[in-house]
Protein backbone atom coordinates (compact mmCIF):
# COMPACT_ATOMS: atom_id res chain seq x y z
CA UNK A 1 0.00 0.00 0.00
CA UNK A 2 1.46 3.17 -0.90
CA UNK A 3 0.80 6.24 1.52
CA UNK A 4 -1.04 9.19 -0.24
CA UNK A 5 0.76 12.31 -0.61
CA UNK A 6 -1.66 14.34 1.98
CA UNK A 7 -1.16 10.67 4.40
CA UNK A 8 2.44 11.65 4.93
CA UNK A 9 3.92 13.48 8.24
CA UNK A 10 4.55 16.73 6.99
CA UNK A 11 4.38 20.09 8.74
CA UNK A 12 1.01 21.03 10.07
CA UNK A 13 -0.61 23.46 7.64
CA UNK A 14 -1.39 26.69 9.26
CA UNK A 15 -4.90 26.91 10.60
CA UNK A 16 -7.58 28.33 8.41
CA UNK A 17 -8.11 31.91 8.97
CA UNK A 18 -12.11 31.83 8.84
CA UNK A 19 -12.97 33.93 5.33
CA UNK A 20 -14.36 37.59 5.36
CA UNK A 21 -16.44 37.11 2.49
CA UNK A 22 -19.21 34.78 1.92
CA UNK A 23 -19.07 30.95 1.90
CA UNK A 24 -19.22 28.32 -1.43
CA UNK A 25 -22.53 28.01 -0.97
CA UNK A 26 -23.50 31.46 -0.25
CA UNK A 27 -21.93 32.76 -3.50
CA UNK A 28 -24.17 29.53 -5.41
CA UNK A 29 -27.14 30.89 -4.05
CA UNK A 30 -26.03 34.68 -4.78
CA UNK A 31 -25.18 33.16 -8.35
CA UNK A 32 -28.66 31.71 -8.63
CA UNK A 33 -29.75 35.24 -8.20
CA UNK A 34 -27.85 36.88 -10.99
CA UNK A 35 -25.52 38.14 -8.55
CA UNK A 36 -21.49 37.41 -9.26
CA UNK A 37 -19.01 37.52 -6.89
CA UNK A 38 -15.49 36.78 -7.12
CA UNK A 39 -11.75 37.70 -6.95
CA UNK A 40 -9.04 38.54 -9.01
CA UNK A 41 -7.00 35.45 -8.15
CA UNK A 42 -10.34 33.42 -8.76
CA UNK A 43 -10.45 35.46 -11.83
CA UNK A 44 -6.88 34.57 -12.64
CA UNK A 45 -7.26 31.19 -12.37
CA UNK A 46 -10.24 31.03 -14.36
CA UNK A 47 -8.14 32.69 -17.31
CA UNK A 48 -5.31 30.09 -16.77
CA UNK A 49 -7.22 27.05 -16.87
CA UNK A 50 -8.80 28.49 -20.62
CA UNK A 51 -5.23 29.21 -22.35
CA UNK A 52 -3.29 26.31 -21.14
CA UNK A 53 -0.14 26.46 -23.55
CA UNK A 54 1.93 22.99 -23.79
CA UNK A 55 5.05 22.20 -24.51
CA UNK A 56 5.91 20.63 -28.40
CA UNK A 57 7.60 17.75 -26.75
CA UNK A 58 6.84 14.26 -27.89
CA UNK A 59 9.36 11.38 -26.26
CA UNK A 60 7.21 8.30 -27.34
CA UNK A 61 4.40 6.63 -28.90
CA UNK A 62 2.36 9.04 -26.48
CA UNK A 63 3.46 11.41 -28.69
CA UNK A 64 1.61 10.57 -31.36
CA UNK A 65 -1.80 10.14 -28.89
CA UNK A 66 -0.47 13.49 -28.31
CA UNK A 67 -0.32 14.89 -32.10
CA UNK A 68 -3.78 13.08 -32.63
CA UNK A 69 -5.53 14.67 -29.65
CA UNK A 70 -4.54 18.41 -31.44
CA UNK A 71 -5.69 17.41 -34.81
CA UNK A 72 -9.41 17.78 -35.96
CA UNK A 73 -10.91 14.48 -35.01
CA UNK A 74 -9.96 15.06 -30.74
CA UNK A 75 -9.57 18.85 -31.00
CA UNK A 76 -7.53 20.22 -28.03
CA UNK A 77 -8.56 23.31 -28.88
CA UNK A 78 -12.02 22.75 -27.49
CA UNK A 79 -10.13 23.38 -24.72
CA UNK A 80 -8.20 26.32 -25.60
CA UNK A 81 -4.73 24.05 -25.24
CA UNK A 82 -3.98 24.27 -28.96
CA UNK A 83 -1.33 26.47 -29.30
CA UNK A 84 1.91 23.71 -28.79
CA UNK A 85 4.56 26.13 -28.35
CA UNK A 86 8.43 25.35 -29.78
CA UNK A 87 9.64 27.17 -26.97
CA UNK A 88 9.44 26.24 -23.24
CA UNK A 89 10.10 30.49 -22.55
CA UNK A 90 5.97 30.14 -23.72
CA UNK A 91 4.47 27.04 -22.66
CA UNK A 92 2.30 26.64 -19.41
CA UNK A 93 2.06 22.66 -19.29
CA UNK A 94 4.95 19.71 -19.71
CA UNK A 95 3.30 16.69 -20.93
CA UNK A 96 5.69 14.00 -20.56
CA UNK A 97 4.61 12.31 -23.45
CA UNK A 98 5.72 8.27 -23.48
CA UNK A 99 9.08 6.70 -22.24
CA UNK A 100 11.99 8.95 -20.46
CA UNK A 101 14.96 7.60 -20.62
CA UNK A 102 17.79 8.01 -17.95
CA UNK A 103 19.81 9.67 -20.94
CA UNK A 104 17.17 12.22 -21.95
CA UNK A 105 16.19 13.04 -18.06
CA UNK A 106 18.49 16.06 -17.37
CA UNK A 107 17.15 17.18 -20.86
CA UNK A 108 13.34 17.17 -19.52
CA UNK A 109 14.10 18.58 -16.30
CA UNK A 110 16.03 21.26 -18.09
CA UNK A 111 13.35 21.80 -20.18
CA UNK A 112 11.25 21.81 -17.19
CA UNK A 113 13.63 24.59 -15.19
CA UNK A 114 13.26 26.77 -18.20
CA UNK A 115 9.59 27.12 -18.00
CA UNK A 116 7.75 30.34 -16.72
CA UNK A 117 5.78 29.86 -13.53
CA UNK A 118 2.88 29.19 -13.39
CA UNK A 119 4.07 25.78 -14.92
CA UNK A 120 1.91 22.09 -14.64
CA UNK A 121 3.45 18.93 -15.54
CA UNK A 122 1.30 15.89 -17.20
CA UNK A 123 2.82 12.90 -16.62
CA UNK A 124 0.97 10.47 -19.85
CA UNK A 125 1.42 7.37 -20.35
CA UNK A 126 2.84 4.28 -17.63
CA UNK A 127 6.36 4.85 -19.03
CA UNK A 128 6.07 8.41 -17.71
CA UNK A 129 4.21 7.54 -14.52
CA UNK A 130 6.81 4.57 -13.50
CA UNK A 131 8.81 3.64 -15.96
CA UNK A 132 5.83 1.03 -17.31
CA UNK A 133 6.75 -2.45 -19.24
CA UNK A 134 10.83 -0.89 -18.65
CA UNK A 135 10.54 -0.51 -15.06
CA UNK A 136 12.71 -3.41 -14.49
CA UNK A 137 15.48 -2.00 -17.01
CA UNK A 138 18.64 -0.52 -16.47
CA UNK A 139 17.95 2.51 -18.71
CA UNK A 140 14.28 3.81 -17.85
CA UNK A 141 13.63 6.36 -15.36
CA UNK A 142 11.04 5.31 -12.93
CA UNK A 143 8.69 8.25 -13.59
CA UNK A 144 9.24 11.58 -14.15
CA UNK A 145 8.31 12.26 -11.07
CA UNK A 146 11.01 11.41 -9.21
CA UNK A 147 12.00 14.97 -10.37
CA UNK A 148 9.32 16.79 -11.66
CA UNK A 149 5.92 17.56 -9.75
CA UNK A 150 3.14 15.83 -11.70
CA UNK A 151 -0.38 17.40 -11.14
CA UNK A 152 -2.14 14.73 -13.10
CA UNK A 153 -1.30 11.22 -14.16
CA UNK A 154 -2.90 9.67 -17.25
CA UNK A 155 -2.57 5.58 -17.11
CA UNK A 156 -2.83 3.82 -20.52
CA UNK A 157 -0.08 2.37 -22.89
CA UNK A 158 -0.57 4.40 -25.01
CA UNK A 159 -3.65 6.64 -23.03
CA UNK A 160 -6.55 7.16 -25.90
CA UNK A 161 -6.80 11.40 -27.02
CA UNK A 162 -9.78 10.89 -25.03
CA UNK A 163 -7.34 10.64 -21.88
CA UNK A 164 -5.98 13.15 -22.54
CA UNK A 165 -8.67 14.98 -23.15
CA UNK A 166 -9.94 14.18 -19.77
CA UNK A 167 -6.38 14.39 -18.40
CA UNK A 168 -6.55 18.39 -19.25
CA UNK A 169 -9.98 18.88 -18.09
CA UNK A 170 -8.66 17.65 -14.26
CA UNK A 171 -5.72 20.45 -14.64
CA UNK A 172 -8.47 22.87 -15.49
CA UNK A 173 -10.09 21.89 -12.65
CA UNK A 174 -7.20 21.94 -9.89
CA UNK A 175 -6.38 25.00 -11.62
CA UNK A 176 -9.45 26.81 -10.72
CA UNK A 177 -9.42 25.40 -7.38
CA UNK A 178 -5.34 26.22 -7.06
CA UNK A 179 -4.71 22.79 -6.10
CA UNK A 180 -2.05 22.51 -8.46
CA UNK A 181 1.46 20.17 -7.24
CA UNK A 182 2.89 23.58 -7.01
CA UNK A 183 0.25 24.16 -3.93
CA UNK A 184 1.74 21.33 -2.37
CA UNK A 185 3.68 22.40 0.49
CA UNK A 186 6.99 19.86 -0.73
CA UNK A 187 7.12 21.28 -3.84
CA UNK A 188 6.68 24.90 -2.07
CA UNK A 189 10.04 23.89 -0.55
CA UNK A 190 11.37 22.85 -3.71
CA UNK A 191 10.65 25.53 -5.52
CA UNK A 192 11.77 28.35 -3.19
CA UNK A 193 15.31 27.07 -3.54
CA UNK A 194 15.33 27.66 -6.91
CA UNK A 195 15.91 25.53 -9.93
CA UNK A 196 15.07 21.88 -9.81
CA UNK A 197 17.90 20.31 -9.66
CA UNK A 198 19.51 17.90 -12.61
CA UNK A 199 21.40 14.98 -12.24
CA UNK A 200 24.51 13.91 -13.38
CA UNK A 201 25.18 10.72 -15.41
CA UNK A 202 26.71 8.12 -13.23
CA UNK A 203 28.43 5.07 -14.20
CA UNK A 204 25.19 2.81 -13.79
CA UNK A 205 22.45 5.80 -12.91
CA UNK A 206 21.80 8.95 -13.05
CA UNK A 207 23.22 10.69 -9.90
CA UNK A 208 21.29 11.23 -7.65
CA UNK A 209 18.65 9.05 -9.48
CA UNK A 210 15.69 10.84 -7.31
CA UNK A 211 14.93 14.52 -6.04
CA UNK A 212 15.00 13.43 -2.53
CA UNK A 213 12.72 16.71 -2.04
CA UNK A 214 9.92 16.16 -4.06
CA UNK A 215 10.08 12.43 -4.12
CA UNK A 216 10.87 10.09 -1.39
CA UNK A 217 10.46 6.15 -2.29
CA UNK A 218 7.48 4.27 -1.23
CA UNK A 219 6.43 3.06 2.06
CA UNK A 220 5.46 -0.42 1.89
CA UNK A 221 2.71 -0.90 5.06
CA UNK A 222 1.31 -4.01 6.05
CA UNK A 223 -2.66 -4.19 6.03
CA UNK A 224 -2.07 -6.68 8.95
CA UNK A 225 0.59 -5.12 10.88
CA UNK A 226 -0.32 -1.40 11.18
CA UNK B 1 22.12 -14.56 -57.36
CA UNK B 2 25.35 -16.66 -56.34
CA UNK B 3 24.31 -19.59 -53.46
CA UNK B 4 26.88 -18.56 -50.16
CA UNK B 5 28.73 -22.07 -51.66
CA UNK B 6 29.67 -20.43 -54.67
CA UNK B 7 30.45 -16.92 -53.08
CA UNK B 8 32.40 -19.16 -50.76
CA UNK B 9 34.56 -20.87 -53.20
CA UNK B 10 35.03 -17.14 -55.40
CA UNK B 11 36.48 -15.82 -51.77
CA UNK B 12 38.37 -19.02 -50.51
CA UNK B 13 40.23 -18.32 -54.85
CA UNK B 14 40.35 -15.13 -54.69
CA UNK B 15 42.17 -14.31 -51.23
CA UNK B 16 43.31 -17.77 -50.28
CA UNK B 17 45.26 -16.41 -47.08
CA UNK B 18 41.63 -15.34 -45.91
CA UNK B 19 39.67 -18.19 -43.63
CA UNK B 20 36.00 -18.01 -44.93
CA UNK B 21 33.84 -20.58 -43.79
CA UNK B 22 30.47 -21.54 -44.10
CA UNK B 23 27.81 -20.67 -40.97
CA UNK B 24 24.74 -23.22 -41.82
CA UNK B 25 21.26 -22.34 -40.49
CA UNK B 26 18.84 -24.51 -39.27
CA UNK B 27 16.05 -22.29 -39.66
CA UNK B 28 13.44 -22.62 -42.46
CA UNK B 29 15.19 -19.89 -44.41
CA UNK B 30 18.13 -21.79 -44.70
CA UNK B 31 20.53 -18.78 -45.14
CA UNK B 32 24.34 -19.60 -44.68
CA UNK B 33 26.68 -16.90 -43.49
CA UNK B 34 29.99 -16.43 -44.67
CA UNK B 35 32.18 -16.28 -41.72
CA UNK B 36 35.28 -14.26 -42.46
CA UNK B 37 38.61 -13.71 -40.36
CA UNK B 38 39.16 -10.10 -38.65
CA UNK B 39 42.01 -9.70 -40.40
CA UNK B 40 40.74 -9.98 -43.86
CA UNK B 41 37.46 -8.58 -43.32
CA UNK B 42 37.30 -5.31 -44.67
CA UNK B 43 39.31 -6.39 -47.95
CA UNK B 44 36.64 -8.79 -48.62
CA UNK B 45 33.94 -6.61 -47.93
CA UNK B 46 35.34 -4.12 -50.27
CA UNK B 47 35.67 -7.52 -52.76
CA UNK B 48 32.12 -8.24 -52.58
CA UNK B 49 30.78 -4.42 -52.89
CA UNK B 50 32.69 -3.68 -56.18
CA UNK B 51 32.39 -7.44 -57.53
CA UNK B 52 30.40 -7.04 -60.47
CA UNK B 53 28.37 -10.20 -60.05
CA UNK B 54 27.54 -9.29 -56.68
CA UNK B 55 27.70 -5.35 -56.28
CA UNK B 56 26.56 -6.11 -52.90
CA UNK B 57 26.30 -1.81 -52.82
CA UNK B 58 23.84 -1.67 -49.24
CA UNK B 59 24.24 -3.06 -45.52
CA UNK B 60 20.58 -3.27 -44.47
CA UNK B 61 21.52 -3.63 -40.72
CA UNK B 62 25.02 -4.96 -38.62
CA UNK B 63 23.98 -6.15 -35.24
CA UNK B 64 25.95 -8.00 -32.45
CA UNK B 65 25.40 -11.45 -31.14
CA UNK B 66 27.32 -12.46 -27.45
CA UNK B 67 28.38 -16.58 -27.33
CA UNK B 68 29.13 -16.83 -23.69
CA UNK B 69 31.54 -19.72 -22.81
CA UNK B 70 29.98 -23.08 -22.89
CA UNK B 71 30.54 -26.36 -21.45
CA UNK B 72 29.92 -29.34 -24.04
CA UNK B 73 30.15 -32.87 -22.58
CA UNK B 74 30.69 -35.34 -25.68
CA UNK B 75 29.72 -38.89 -24.98
CA UNK B 76 31.47 -41.61 -26.67
CA UNK B 77 30.66 -45.08 -26.41
CA UNK B 78 32.47 -48.01 -27.01
CA UNK B 79 31.62 -52.21 -27.03
CA UNK B 80 33.63 -54.13 -24.52
CA UNK B 81 33.38 -58.09 -25.43
CA UNK B 82 32.96 -60.25 -21.81
CA UNK B 83 35.47 -62.67 -21.57
CA UNK B 84 33.27 -65.05 -20.10
CA UNK B 85 31.55 -65.22 -23.01
CA UNK B 86 28.30 -62.89 -22.42
CA UNK B 87 26.86 -60.21 -24.53
CA UNK B 88 29.04 -57.35 -24.88
CA UNK B 89 28.75 -54.60 -22.86
CA UNK B 90 28.58 -51.21 -23.58
CA UNK B 91 30.55 -48.36 -21.88
CA UNK B 92 30.00 -44.66 -22.26
CA UNK B 93 32.69 -42.20 -21.59
CA UNK B 94 31.65 -38.66 -20.64
CA UNK B 95 34.10 -36.08 -21.95
CA UNK B 96 33.79 -32.26 -20.97
CA UNK B 97 35.20 -29.72 -22.79
CA UNK B 98 34.71 -25.73 -22.24
CA UNK B 99 34.37 -24.28 -25.74
CA UNK B 100 35.56 -20.66 -25.44
CA UNK B 101 33.38 -17.70 -25.91
CA UNK B 102 33.62 -14.42 -28.52
CA UNK B 103 31.51 -11.89 -29.84
CA UNK B 104 29.92 -11.50 -33.35
CA UNK B 105 29.10 -9.15 -35.53
CA UNK B 106 26.54 -10.07 -38.44
CA UNK B 107 26.20 -8.10 -41.72
CA UNK B 108 23.60 -8.13 -43.95
CA UNK B 109 24.12 -7.08 -47.24
CA UNK B 110 21.96 -6.40 -50.26
CA UNK B 111 22.32 -5.00 -53.95
CA UNK B 112 20.68 -2.13 -54.74
CA UNK B 113 21.97 -2.25 -58.54
CA UNK B 114 21.36 -6.06 -58.92
CA UNK B 115 18.25 -6.46 -56.78
CA UNK B 116 19.70 -9.02 -54.86
CA UNK B 117 20.36 -10.23 -51.09
CA UNK B 118 20.52 -11.17 -48.81
CA UNK B 119 24.35 -11.77 -47.89
CA UNK B 120 25.33 -12.65 -44.22
CA UNK B 121 28.50 -11.95 -43.47
CA UNK B 122 29.62 -12.94 -40.04
CA UNK B 123 33.23 -11.59 -37.97
CA UNK B 124 33.92 -13.47 -34.63
CA UNK B 125 36.45 -11.36 -32.26
CA UNK B 126 39.22 -13.60 -30.50
CA UNK B 127 37.49 -13.78 -26.91
CA UNK B 128 35.27 -12.00 -25.16
CA UNK B 129 37.74 -9.67 -22.66
CA UNK B 130 40.93 -8.59 -24.31
CA UNK B 131 40.50 -9.33 -27.78
CA UNK B 132 37.57 -7.49 -28.96
CA UNK B 133 39.31 -5.51 -31.72
CA UNK B 134 37.00 -6.02 -35.07
CA UNK B 135 37.68 -3.90 -38.10
CA UNK B 136 34.95 -1.42 -38.95
CA UNK B 137 33.10 -2.13 -42.24
CA UNK B 138 32.20 1.67 -42.36
CA UNK B 139 34.43 2.70 -44.59
CA UNK B 140 32.98 -0.14 -46.93
CA UNK B 141 28.93 0.27 -46.37
CA UNK B 142 28.54 3.87 -44.78
CA UNK B 143 24.94 2.69 -43.03
CA UNK B 144 27.33 0.36 -40.68
CA UNK B 145 28.33 3.88 -38.59
CA UNK B 146 25.48 4.17 -36.11
CA UNK B 147 24.92 0.58 -36.11
CA UNK B 148 28.84 -0.35 -35.05
CA UNK B 149 28.28 2.06 -32.94
CA UNK B 150 25.36 0.41 -31.10
CA UNK B 151 27.57 -2.52 -31.19
CA UNK B 152 30.40 -0.58 -29.46
CA UNK B 153 27.90 0.63 -26.83
CA UNK B 154 26.26 -2.92 -25.97
CA UNK B 155 28.15 -5.22 -26.68
CA UNK B 156 31.93 -3.62 -26.14
CA UNK B 157 33.49 -4.55 -29.69
CA UNK B 158 35.92 -1.81 -30.68
CA UNK B 159 35.80 -1.20 -34.02
CA UNK B 160 38.77 -0.06 -35.86
CA UNK B 161 39.01 2.53 -38.53
CA UNK B 162 35.60 3.70 -36.84
CA UNK B 163 35.23 7.78 -37.55
CA UNK B 164 33.25 8.40 -34.74
CA UNK B 165 33.07 5.75 -32.09
CA UNK B 166 31.40 7.17 -29.36
CA UNK B 167 28.25 5.46 -27.38
CA UNK B 168 24.86 5.84 -29.21
CA UNK B 169 22.32 5.05 -26.68
CA UNK B 170 23.63 4.91 -23.39
CA UNK B 171 25.15 8.15 -21.91
CA UNK B 172 29.05 8.16 -22.03
CA UNK B 173 29.58 8.02 -18.41
CA UNK B 174 27.90 4.78 -18.49
CA UNK B 175 30.19 1.90 -17.81
CA UNK B 176 29.46 -1.76 -18.96
CA UNK B 177 28.12 -3.36 -22.36
CA UNK B 178 23.96 -3.90 -21.74
CA UNK B 179 23.52 -6.50 -24.12
CA UNK B 180 26.12 -9.48 -22.94
CA UNK B 181 25.04 -12.24 -21.60
CA UNK B 182 26.60 -11.55 -17.72
CA UNK B 183 26.05 -7.93 -17.96
CA UNK B 184 24.36 -7.54 -14.13
CA UNK B 185 21.95 -4.76 -14.05
CA UNK B 186 22.25 -2.11 -11.00
CA UNK B 187 20.11 -3.54 -8.50
CA UNK B 188 17.44 -0.42 -8.13
CA UNK B 189 14.47 -2.57 -6.78
CA UNK B 190 11.50 -0.75 -5.80
CA UNK B 191 8.31 -2.07 -4.42
CA UNK B 192 6.09 -3.53 -6.62
CA UNK B 193 2.57 -4.68 -6.84
CA UNK B 194 2.02 -7.83 -8.54
CA UNK B 195 5.78 -9.02 -8.95
CA UNK B 196 6.33 -12.33 -10.91
CA UNK B 197 8.66 -14.43 -12.29
CA UNK B 198 11.87 -12.31 -12.11
CA UNK B 199 10.49 -9.84 -10.73
CA UNK B 200 9.58 -11.89 -7.73
CA UNK B 201 12.96 -13.38 -7.46
CA UNK B 202 14.16 -9.60 -6.88
CA UNK B 203 11.29 -8.83 -4.34
CA UNK B 204 11.69 -11.88 -2.46
CA UNK B 205 15.50 -10.97 -1.75
CA UNK B 206 14.65 -7.56 -0.97
CA UNK B 207 11.84 -8.39 1.32
CA UNK B 208 11.98 -11.08 3.97
CA UNK B 209 9.22 -13.29 3.94
CA UNK B 210 6.29 -12.18 6.29
CA UNK B 211 6.02 -13.91 9.70
CA UNK B 212 3.80 -16.73 9.46
CA UNK B 213 0.50 -16.79 11.69
CA UNK B 214 0.92 -18.43 14.92
CA UNK B 215 4.84 -19.27 14.94
CA UNK B 216 6.83 -17.68 18.13
Redesign the interface.
Known amino acids: M ?1 MPDAARPETPAPSPVPAPGPSDAERDELRRHGILLTSIHELANWGRSHSVWPLQFGLACCAIEMIAASMARFDIARFGSEVFRPSPRQADLLIVSGTVT ?2 MAPQVIRLWNQMPEPKYCIAMGACAISGGPF ?5 VL ?1 GIDRFIPVDVYIPGCPPRPEALLHGLMELQDQIRAGRTAASRPTVKAAQASGDYPVP ?6 LEP ?1 ANPAIWQ ?2 A ?1 V ?1 PDKP | METPEQIQARLAARFPAAAVTLVPNPAPAGMAALLVDAAHARQIAFFLREDPELKLDYCSNATGIDWPEKEIVETTRSTLADPAGGPPRTIEQKTKRIQPGYLEVVYHLYSMARKHGPVILRVRTGNRTDQVTLPSLTPVWRSCEFQEREIYDLFGITFEGHPDLRRLLMWDEFTGHPMRKDYVEPDDYEWEPTPHEEVLEKAKRHYAAPEKEGTP
Request: proline share 20%.
Open positions: IKKKQGYNKDFGPEDPPPLR
